[in-house]
Nanobody, 122 residues
Framework: VQLQASGGGLVQAGGSLRLSCAASGGTFSRYIMTWFRQAPGKEREFVAGINWSGGSAYSADSVKGRFTISRDNVKNTVYLQMNSLKPEDTAVYYC????????????????WGQGTLVTVSS
């Protein structure tokens, strides 16, 4: 499956952005979808994940209550709605997929999008 992330940009602290990740070349509903992020000089970290049907979602403590992951299996797209953004949310955001595990470890994911940059100014 090929993944294409979009929707990043520059936003002020407290603002919102919605990221999208469009999938092609596979059966989208087979895949667990996640978002990771990587800030400059830091390791790539898990942000949020959602199961095949969209009925179960989970997120990192750092974004709980602010970020929401969702998916549309008709449009083959997963979304990350980000509200109340903080400067520490600044990072390149990546979508990723696998078909076997709802994990938070980046090494479990074999399919990656190219990343979209989110910059939050204070």
């Amino acid at each position: 499956v090929q993944l294409q992330a979009s929707g990043g940009g520059l936003v002020q602290a407290g603002g919102s952005l919605r990221l999208s990740c469009a999938a092609s070349g596979g059966t989208f509903s087979r895949y667990i979808m996640t978002w990771f992020r990587q800030a400059p000089g830091k390791e790539r970290e898990f942000v949020a994940g959602i199961n095949w049907s969209g009925g179960s979602a989970y997120s990192a403590d750092s974004v709980k209550g602010r970020f929401t992951i969702s998916r549309d299996n008709v449009k083959n797209t997963v979304y990350l709605q980000m509200n109340s953004l903080k400067p520490e949310d600044t990072a390149v955001y990546y979508c990723a997929a696998n078909d076997f595990s709802m994990g938070r470890n980046r090494y479990d994911y074999h399919y990656w999008g190219q990343g979209t940059l989110v910059t939050v100014s204070s």
